[in-house]
């Protein structure tokens, strides 16, 4: 049995696309010809007062770039951004408790990372709290919503 040459490429894709979209820090969406993955991945757990880093995947499977594609990441508080790094071809900025990613075209069966850094600082004497890491991308043909991911850390005194 042959497949037509779109079937042998989509097909693999959707079921990649399927596979990634189990988690609650991935989702998964599709623009025309393109399938995005965004994942947020990090630490389950930080220290009060201490860095720790995490890294935001945006993944084209699919046989079209995502083009004028952006990521907006929101840290609650007690989170704030300390850095980001973002990969070639994309830029990032940030306030205390957010960042733009851009990542203008995302060509076919590529993937950009941004590394953020951050710090969680806990009043004197607080409990433990979880903060929620959530991103979303929107590009032509996707729109806000459609791909989101997230990522909690509890934050411990």
């Known amino acids: 049995m042959r497949f037509p040459g779109f079937a042998r490429v989509a097909l693999p894709a959707v079921l990649l696309a399927a596979a990634v979209s189990c988690k609650d820090n991935n989702d998964v969406t599709g623009a025309p010809g393109a399938f995005g993955s965004l994942t947020v991945t990090g630490p389950d757990s930080a220290v009060s007062g201490q860095s720790f880093n995490v890294d935001v995947k945006a993944l084209n499977v699919g046989i079209s770039g995502i083009h004028n594609g952006m990521v907006q990441i929101t840290l609650p ?16 900025t940030f306030t205390t408790g957010s960042v733009t990613w851009t ?21 004197s004497g607080s409990p433990a709290q979880t903060a929620r890491i959530s991103a979303t991308m929107t590009a032509d043909g996707i729109k806000p919503g459609d791909a989101t991911a997230f990522k909690d850390v509890q934050i411990t005194p």
Not at 77 to 92: H, I, M
Not at 107 to 122: E, F
């Open 77 to 92: 508080a007690p989170l704030s951004v300390t850095g980001a790094n973002a990969s070639p071809g994309t830029s990032a």
């Open 103 to 123: 990542l203008n075209t995302l060509d076919s069966n590529t993937q950009s990372t941004l590394a953020i850094s951050m710090v969680g600082t806990l009043p």
